[in-house]
């Protein structure tokens, strides 16, 4: 029954790690390196993600710099930063490539807390999902005899405190991405 329960409970951190990842790559006004870390640069020859091809760190509030290890790749670095499609406008200089963070305006922003309450809401489904599979897996072992009734229960009280705990990581996620979204 603990492999069951931790086989639960590392889904469901699986969960909210995803939604992380997710909502970090969702631009608010501020600059934040995770901001590209959904970016793939062409580099020799294949799809690499860009943390892969040079540092990424954001020297002030409103701006992003990309230093490449590979000279060679500034082209690559910048084209790929078009590319993602984030309203981004990358400049290479010879050394590095500088990607100013325009401010949002405010229905922009209604538009991204949209989003970021939609993904949350994903991580959330995902959760529950993961809740739903460990109730029936216990219910199964319960109708083969493994587990008595009264142990199942108390499991799927078990499982229930579990998955309020990691809802209310992703809802905390929401309350923060939302706020630093909505900052002026």
């Known amino acids: 029954m603990t492999k069951l329960m931790s086989d639960a409970e590392d889904r469901m951190k699986k969960a909210v790690e995803s939604s992380r ?85 405010e229905e922009r922003r209604r538009d991204l807390v949209k989003l970021i309450s939609k993904l949350a809401e994903e991580g959330r489904v995902h959760i529950r999902q993961v809740r739903h599979d460990a109730i029936k897996e216990l219910k199964a072992q319960e109708g083969g005899g493994h587990v008595s009734e009264d142990e199942t229960k108390r499991l799927g009280v078990e499982i229930q405190k579990i998955t309020d705990r990691y809802i209310a990581l992703v809802d905390e996620l929401l309350k923060k991405k939302t706020a630093e979204v909505m900052e002026v």
């Open 21 to 105: 990842r997710e909502l970090a790559g969702i631009r608010s006004g501020k600059a934040s390196p995770g901001l590209l870390d959904t970016v793939r640069v062409e580099a020799y020859g294949q799809s690499v993600p860009i943390q892969q091809v040079g540092s990424v760190t954001a020297p002030e509030p409103r701006l992003l710099v990309v230093q490449p290890w590979d000279k060679t790749l500034l082209k690559a670095v910048t084209r790929a930063i078009q590319l993602a499609d984030m309203g981004l406008n990358p400049n290479d200089d010879g050394t590095v490539v500088r990607v100013p963070i325009p401010a949002l305006t």
